[in-house]
Nanobody, 121 residues
Framework: QVQLVESGGGLVQPGGSLRLSCAAS????????MGWYRQAPGKQRELVAA???????NYADSVKGRFTISGDNAKATVSLQMDSLKPEDSAVYYC???????????????WGQGTLVTVSS
């Protein structure tokens, strides 16, 4: 069984910074992609940023230049550095890892429980 645990959410003023972290535990053979999604009240979950095993990154237009994703496949960790935060960045942020489970070699789309980010003065 694979579990993802997030940390780093909280309340921050506009223009401030936060760093989200996510660590996976369990029997992991390999990781294909790691990413962060967010869901604001009344809105659909959306991709914020993703990073592939090869190091390629993809960002939502709304966060380009402000957010930076980094990952360590060997440690099964992924982080999201969020700078110049805006009130519209407020949401529950979810960690996601697309991975292969060790032993069964089953593909798994794993999700964290979510961490709340609130940007407000």
């Amino acid at each position: 069984q694979v579990q993802l645990v997030e940390s780093g959410g909280g309340l921050v003023q506009p223009g401030g910074s936060l760093r989200l972290s996510c660590a996976a535990s369990g029997s992991i053979f390999s990781i294909d992609t790691m990413g962060w999604y967010r869901q604001a009240p009344g809105k659909q979950r959306e991709l914020v940023a993703a990073i592939t095993s090869g190091g390629g990154t993809n960002y939502a237009d709304s966060v380009k230049g402000r957010f930076t994703i980094s990952g360590d496949n060997a440690k099964a960790t992924v982080s999201l550095q969020m700078d110049s935060l805006k009130p519209e960045d407020s949401a529950v942020y979810y960690c996601n890892q697309i991975l292969i489970v060790a032993g069964t070699y089953e593909a798994l789309d794993a999700w964290g429980q979510g961490t709340l980010v609130t940007v407000s003065s």
